[in-house]
């Protein structure tokens, strides 16, 4: 985005997990273009060895033009299974592409609380 500049709050989205193994979880996102000029946000996927847990629930359709000082909100959705000693937590990325192909990642993980 030349000119412009995204932010993403929080940088990392933690979804709980529990012994029950509760369907799902969702969490909120906030994407600004805290930048001075437009700039357009081209994709966005969820990344990662562990990206079957995560998906988009609600998203911007794409491509989308961003003012300065837009703000945009993403929900994502995680399904971690149960918790167990094997696998006691999940991490993946939600990758942005924008024009020019540069990328921006907000970090997605899922743990088993103590």
């Known amino acids: 985005m030349s000119g412009a500049l995204l932010d993403a709050l929080p940088s990392t989205l ?3 997990r529990t012994q029950a193994g509760q369907a799902s979880f969702q969490r909120g996102l906030l994407l600004i273009n805290v930048g001075e000029t437009e700039g ?3 994709s966005m996927e969820v990344v ?9 629930q609600s998203a911007l359709a ?3 033009n961003m003012q300065p ?10 399904r971690p299974p149960r ?3 094997e696998s006691p937590s999940y991490r993946a990325a939600l990758r942005f ?4 192909g540069e990328y921006q ?3 997605l993980q899922s743990a088993c609380a103590p």
Do not use: N
Request: aromatic share 8%; hydrophobic share 45%; with cysteine.
């Open 62 to 64: 794409l491509p989308s």
């Open 105 to 107: 990642f907000v970090d």
């Open 83 to 85: 918790c167990s000693p």
């Open 48 to 56: 990662g060895t562990d990206a079957a847990i995560f998906s988009l």
């Open 97 to 100: 592409k924008l024009r020019g």
């Open 40 to 42: 357009e946000l081209q």
């Open 14 to 16: 933690s979804f709980p």
């Open 69 to 78: 000082g837009q703000v945009e909100v993403i929900t994502v959705l995680a």
